[in-house]
């Protein structure tokens, strides 16, 4: 656990040293500053619906662009391979470099927090919803960072690695606008691989059980690859 933990304070620390958290987090906080106001006053009430739903539309590119550079850039500049000879196991080195991404994610949803205090302040705000709205951000953003880790741990270049982490973020994004367009046997079916179909109830104020395994099973997933990508490099 020390080996993970040194390898996620490094990473987190890492994103500070250099301008890459700052440019991206400022990025995410205009685009949902705009995207959010712009049309709140136009449902007349107060709700936070709709910076969630924002804000989940945005990670599906900010994700990537976070988590491109976890393992990449390792490999690019070589010191992929002093870390693997070093007396640090593959899980430690996965499990590390996610932590540290999600921690850098959780400043990001922390920023936000001024957003439902401002609503709060123009009419009553249910704030069930609130915190059930960011139970399945945290969710989100954790299955997405996963899919960005897994896509960084197939190549050397940061570019195709955000690229392959968009591709699959987007697809299982749009899998829940295009579910009306399906006839109901096959929406049905599309509608457990969505992104937004499990997001949503949480959005209402409904923490599933399912929902949560969905998520989770994605993390897993995306870290289990991640984990045989690194492991094959040590053997290759």
């Known amino acids: ?114 957003y439902p205090f401002s609503v709060s302040s123009l009419g009553h705000l249910d704030w069930g919803t609130v915190i059930s709205g960011y139970v399945g951000l945290f969710l989100w953003g954790g299955a997405m960072l996963a899919i960005g880790l897994m896509a960084s741990s197939f190549t050397d270049n940061q570019l195709v690695a955000f690229f392959i982490g968009l591709a699959i973020n987007f697809s299982l994004w749009l899998i829940g606008p295009m579910l009306q367009l399906l006839p109901a046997e096959f929406a049905s079916i599309f509608q457990w691989l969505s992104f937004d179909f499990h997001f949503e109830r949480m959005q209402r104020g409904v923490i599933a059980v399912r929902d949560v395994i969905y998520f989770l099973s994605i993390v897993a997933i995306g870290l289990s690859v991640a984990f045989r990508s690194l492991e094959s490099r040590r053997w290759s």
């Open 1 to 114: 656990m020390s080996n993970t933990s040194t390898i996620a304070g490094r990473q987190f620390r890492s994103y500070f040293n250099g301008a890459a958290a700052y440019i991206v987090i400022s990025i995410v906080m205009l685009a949902l500053g705009i995207l959010f106001w712009k049309t709140f006053f136009l449902y007349g009430k107060s709700t936070t619906r709709e910076m969630f739903r924002w804000l989940s539309l945005i990670l599906v590119f900010a994700a990537p662009a976070i988590s491109m550079g976890l393992l990449a850039e390792e490999k690019r500049t070589g010191t992929i391979e002093l870390l693997i000879t070093m007396p640090v196991k593959d899980s430690e080195v996965i499990l590390g470099k996610y932590i540290g991404v999600m921690g850098l994610y959780v400043v990001l949803l922390l920023l936000t927090l001024p």
